[in-house]
């Protein structure tokens, strides 16, 4: 009865992987009929580039505060959403809606929005006296990235905590009311142990998403401005697609997964932690 | 019973979906196969395709899709020999190095149908010239199809109130009337500098027309290093930080926000693609429309020692496969598609860029394009990107220190002595 799982399983998810992990041994270009066996060359080489480095830094940052943020709001909104108030069930539709956009359409939006000459943004900025920013420039372009990618994804965050609120033992939450708990005390105490199974598989799952972003870069700055926002998506596209450089693309997407796989393992060990307390 | 039916299910589709040329003809006539990309000049190839198909009876699969996807599926067809594509897509010298081993050398063929080859614009044809650097033999690979190249389109209007009788022809000029045209919320010139490869686009025909270029002559070593190189790049990098002749919000533009910029009124020159003139005179779409126009030469720096600019061409050729089961028909194509009648076609009627030099002198395209005769003066002049197979990479590597000189990160010198360190690595690593 297992057999044709595995078989599925074998095919679909083993084998790319261990053939992009063969890739990532050899000098592997799409220009090349031959390729030639480097062994760990090509993770010596990449690991020791700045230009490498300065991704992984770029994609940790990105990551770090998109996460952060979306945790934040998100249990904020879903909290917001978890509390007895009339309409909220509309609320909750119009909280959802940028989730449903496709990535590259939302980016595209809001590259209009963000148009230094000629976006939205700016133009209200006019309206309220103040001066025009380059959202997309130096200073502000790794923040406004975080921001789209926030607006995104923070729905989804949105739906599991509010899951998880929902799913919550009444009785335990009355009790602690009863007993003259404000709401930060529940919170702190009841509400936060008890939501943080839910909490810690929304976090594997957005810092999954979150470390290959790709679309929301590609469209709104390509990188730039002078690779301030090159992450390793970015640079493991351009290197595969426009570089037709297989092995170093494939070094750069396993380096992407086992950085993935650590921060995962970090995750579970602490969401065991917490099953076992 | 059941595993010979699955055999023979098997080797029918096989044989179906076989080799263009092969099983797959239709009356005796190939199907040829193609891929090529879509967007505007996806649109007006396939109307020559069509025209292709109704003259010969030959039946073209056409199959558009993404730029990089071209590229992609091109590679993995062509090196894998299977003779599945018989026409295939060259972007000039970016692809050349990469795809000249899996194509016919056209000459035997030109000669063969005494092809007049002097009727195509002699830079564009060049485009599709390619000297194996192992063997260094040259030949011509490709026909030029589409072939469009930087101009500088201006606003006659804005020139005209600030006194200017005719457009820049040298870098000084070009700095000078765009500090007088810019005033009041206008800036002289619109350029894309957000870091995509569109920001070197524009830089190169700017560096050569200082007289330097991006590798030397033996393809081997970097060349915009170079007191010219240096003065190019701060020339253009002045433009922005130094004299603020372009909006600040440059820094984020692409292609389509410099048309934008044109359109509103915000910038009065550019040098950009020649086909955009079209769209920045469109009424639907502009508010200064008839109003932009083409100057017939680009600027270029005194110190060069050129007696005009250097403007960059670049655009799409077809050329035969050497896998191709079907190289006659697939030559037939090719010929047609650089042919007066369908280069007439695609030009006039879906706004292609056309190669034929009689085209560009007939009197319905002149009437679509009114700027046919200066834009044909200024491709004449023309170069284009160096046929290496690290080109894209050396590209990137140009973008990211055009952009970090830009926004400040390095000066000029730093960061071309970096990009110099980086592409002298690329070049060697490759020998």
Known sequence: ?277 | MRVRTVVVVFVALLLAAGSPGGPGLAQGKPTLRMLASAGGSGASFAAGVSEFERDTGIKVDFIQAPYAEVREKQLLELTSGSGTLDIVSVDDQVWLPELFHYLEPLEPYVRRDSLDLNAYVPAMLNLYRYTDPVRNQSALYALPIRVGGFVLIYRKDLLQQAGIAQPPRTMDEFLADARALTHGGQYGIAFALKQTNYLTSQFFPILRSFGADVLDHTRAHPAFNTPLGREATQFFVDLYRKYKVIPQGAITYEQDSVIAAMQQGLTAMTITYSPYVVVMNNPKASKFAGQFTVASQLPYSRDSGLKTGVTMINGWGFGVSRDSRSKDAAWQFVKYMASPKAQDLMAIKYANSPTLKEVYQNREFQAVFPEALPVLSVLDHASSRTGVVQWTRIEDIMSATLSAALVGDKSVPDALADAERQVTQILRSAR
Do not use: C, K
């Open chain 1, 1 to 277: 009865m297992l057999a044709p799982a595995v078989v599925v399983l074998v095919v679909v998810l083993l084998v790319p992987l261990l053939f992009s992990l063969r890739m990532s041994l050899f000098d592997w270009s799409m220009l090349s009929p031959t390729h030639r066996w480097v062994g760990l060359g090509n993770y010596r080489r990449l690991l020791a580039d700045p230009g490498t480095l300065a991704s992984l830094g770029i994609t940790t940052t990105f990551t770090a505060v998109s996460i952060a943020a979306e945790t934040v709001l998100g249990m904020a909104l879903a909290l917001l959403l978890n509390a007895p108030l009339r309409g909220l069930r509309a609320v909750r539709t119009f909280v959802l809606l940028p989730m449903m956009v496709a990535p590259v359409v939302a980016a595209l939006s809001w590259r209009l929005l963000l148009d230094s000459d000629f976006g939205v943004l700016n133009y209200l900025l006019a309206q309220v006296g103040l001066p025009p920013q380059l959202w997309l420039g130096r200073g502000l372009a790794l923040a406004s990235l975080i921001a789209v990618e926030v607006w995104e994804n923070t729905p989804f965050v949105v739906l599991m905590l509010l899951a998880g609120l929902q799913a919550l033992p009444q009785a335990l939450l009355e009790a602690a009311r009863v007993d003259g708990a404000g709401f930060w005390q529940q919170f702190r105490s009841i509400t936060l142990p008890l939501l943080s199974p839910v909490l810690l598989v929304t976090l594997v799952f957005r810092t999954m998403f979150t470390i290959r972003v790709f679309d929301v870069v590609w469209v709104l700055t390509g990188g730039g401005p002078a690779d301030r926002t090159l992450t390793l998506s970015v640079d493991i596209y351009r290197t595969a697609f426009r570089y037709a450089d297989l092995g170093s693309a494939s070094t750069l997407s396993w380096l992407l997964l086992l950085v993935t796989v650590a921060i995962t393992a970090v995750y579970l060990r602490v969401l065991q932690r917490e099953a076992l307390a």
